[in-house]
């Protein structure tokens, strides 16, 4: 703004425009970027005797500090669910601030009104930016664990390796919190690191007190088998009793419960001492099934005794076998 004045004597008018002068700088989260010299020269323009002429102050010179601020969201879009064994939390560190800093992180399994705490095995960055873990791929952090230097707003994925004990239940609930903190400092905002700001400046927390946290959540999910075996039957005489030449017809049913799925489970019962393996009664849902290996799921014999395969099953299945034998006479 030019701001005129009329005075009386020698000096007839003045101008007075105050310039102020800067490296151009990008619209950061944290302002002008630490470390640029805001500078500022005042000028005065005048006649003096009927000739114009023009007066600077002197240049006076702001180093803009270093502005401390970091933020850690949780990249999941809900709570992952896992069975007991290795998993993956997933979280954004970003720098808000106005110079370079890199982040020390602290991943806390002990959260109060955790169910169960995961054994955390691993911290890494991603390395590749695709936001999924590679394993052999993603650099896993060394102690101190710390960010690679973040430019002014530039942000990082990072991943909290866990794994869930085999005593979670199904249903179970965990939470893992990451902290993130400023390696030059962190505190109360306003707290002053003198000198240490990039280009030579103060560092000065700002409104994150330079340090946050944010909390993954995992679900267990657990799925359990449950075998109940029955026993029907019928005797020669049209009757239940088990007499020799009796026959049993024995049912298994695999009760699958809890979340998810169960892997490779194979059902196998012997034949029992006193009986004979009736050929060719071998039942999976009521379906029949050959007494060999072969392209179906199941095989007998009174040697071996029963053996079927049902691979993976969902939790809430229930899967049902029954053979027969006779009471050996």
């Known amino acids: 703004m030019t701001k005129h ?41 005048f006649e003096e005797g009927g000739n114009p002429r023009s007066v600077d102050s002197n240049t006076v010179t702001v180093r803009v ?46 959260v109060a009104g955790n169910d169960f705490d995961v054994t955390v095995r691993g911290v890494a960055i991603d390395s590749n930016g695709n936001g999924i873990y590679d394993d052999g ?36 609930t965990s939470n893992v919190e990451l902290t993130a903190a400023a390696v030059t400092g962190s505190g109360t905002p306003g707290t002053t690191f003198a000198g240490q700001g990039q280009g030579g400046g103060d560092a000065v927390v700002g409104s994150t007190g330079a340090i946050d946290d944010a ?49 490779n489970l194979v059902v196998t019962d012997a034949i029992p001492a006193g009986t004979t393996y009736v050929p060719g009664t071998l039942t999976l849902d009521t379906g029949a099934l050959t007494d060999t290996a072969d392209a179906d799921a199941g095989t007998a014999s009174d040697s071996a005794g029963i053996n079927v395969t049902l691979g993976t099953v969902p939790a809430g299945t229930n899967r049902s076998i029954t053979f027969n034998v006779t009471v050996d006479q």
């Open 137 to 172: 791929i993603d650099q896993i952090l060394t102690g101190p664990l710390t960010t690679p230097v973040l430019a002014p707003d530039a942000r990082v994925t990072v991943f909290v390796l866990v794994t869930v004990p085999d005593s979670a239940a199904d249903g179970d």
């Open 5 to 45: 004045a009329r005075l009386y004597g020698p000096l007839a008018s003045i101008i007075a425009t105050a310039i102020l002068a800067s490296a151009a700088t990008p619209a950061l989260a944290g302002g002008v970027t630490a470390g640029t010299l805001i500078e500022n020269t005042a000028t005065a323009n």
């Open 215 to 263: 909390r993954g959540q995992i679900n267990s999910a657990v799925a359990s088998v449950q075998l109940v075996k029955s026993v029907a039957l019928r005797d020669p005489f049209g009757g239940t009793s088990a007499v020799p030449g009796s026959v049993a017809t024995f049912t298994i049913e695999a009760r699958v419960s809890g979340s998810g799925s169960v892997a």
């Open 65 to 110: 500090d270093e502005l401390l601020d970091v933020t850690v969201t949780s990249l999941d879009t809900g709570p992952v669910t896992s069975r007991p064994g290795n998993a993956v939390l997933t979280f954004e560190v970003t720098n808000p601030g106005n110079g370079p800093e890199a982040f020390r992180l602290t991943a806390n399994p002990a």
